[in-house]
């Protein structure tokens, strides 16, 4: 059975593997050399990882910005110097065991919305160049400045206190342990993470992901395999004519009075015949061609 050349893979990375280590087995499993993720799991996380195999590898910065959902588990009256189970024990606090569901839920509605967040000290955040957990595990500690992040949605999903668990759906970029972190320090007890599952990308679930082993069966793998028009849903579209897409594969700009409602500068899927022909961004006249597509 052919497989495509270029698509994207929902894959379940499991515990104890890398995002990378992830990217390893799709290359060496489907013989393709060109692969690469679109969003880094820590190596005690699990779930969906959209993974860009061959053309797809260009597009990745179009599924990197999407909202993400997760599953967690936060260790109340415990912090780490990591935020998460990975670190060593900083400090322990009483009073996690006793917190009512009404406190629970005061708190965790203070971070609901757009806020301001601090990111972790052993985080790939680079400062002067340097990735901070780099110099974090050399003993440093620098103030960092906090970032703007928007939580959709926080709700406490499960508690066996001391261990709340909870699901959060938020912006690219928000770190969950700091967020447990917070959630911790908010309920005045502390807390680290100590379980962390992505369930979703967009709109993408985890439920139909690939594990490492289905990657040695063709069938399902072209089952799984997102096309690039599915991968981009999210975009705008605009259909072109067959004289535009020569236009578009020939670099030039497509004059068009009417877009669909984007802003100037905006991103757009350029779709002809239902497939995807290149990313383009319009301007005041039109739409010029960013990112063509192979035919």
Known sequence: ???PTAFVLPVDKPVGKTS???????????????????????PFATGLLLICVGGTTRLAEYLTGMPKCYDAVARLGVTTDTEDRTGEEVETRGGAEDLSDAQIEEVLSRFRGVIDQVPPQYS????????????????EHREL????????????TEASLPDLAFRVCCSTGTYVRSL??????????GGHLTSLRRISVGDFSVAPALTLDDLEDPVRVREAAITPIQALAHLPRLELDEAEVRRVRNGQDVPREVLPEVEEGGVLALIHAGALVAIGQTTDTGVVPRKVLAS
């Open 1 to 3: 059975m052919t497989q």
């Open 20 to 42: 990378h280590d992830v990217v390893y087995r799709v290359r060496r499993a489907l013989g393709v050399k060109k692969v690469g993720h679109t969003g880094t799991l820590d």
């Open 124 to 139: 790939a955040k680079k400062v002067d160049g340097e990735a901070m957990h780099r110099r974090a595990r050399r003993g």
């Open 145 to 156: 400045a906090p970032r703007r992040i928007e939580i959709a949605e926080l709700s406490r």
């Open 180 to 189: 447990a972190r917070d959630i911790g320090e908010a309920l005045e007890v």
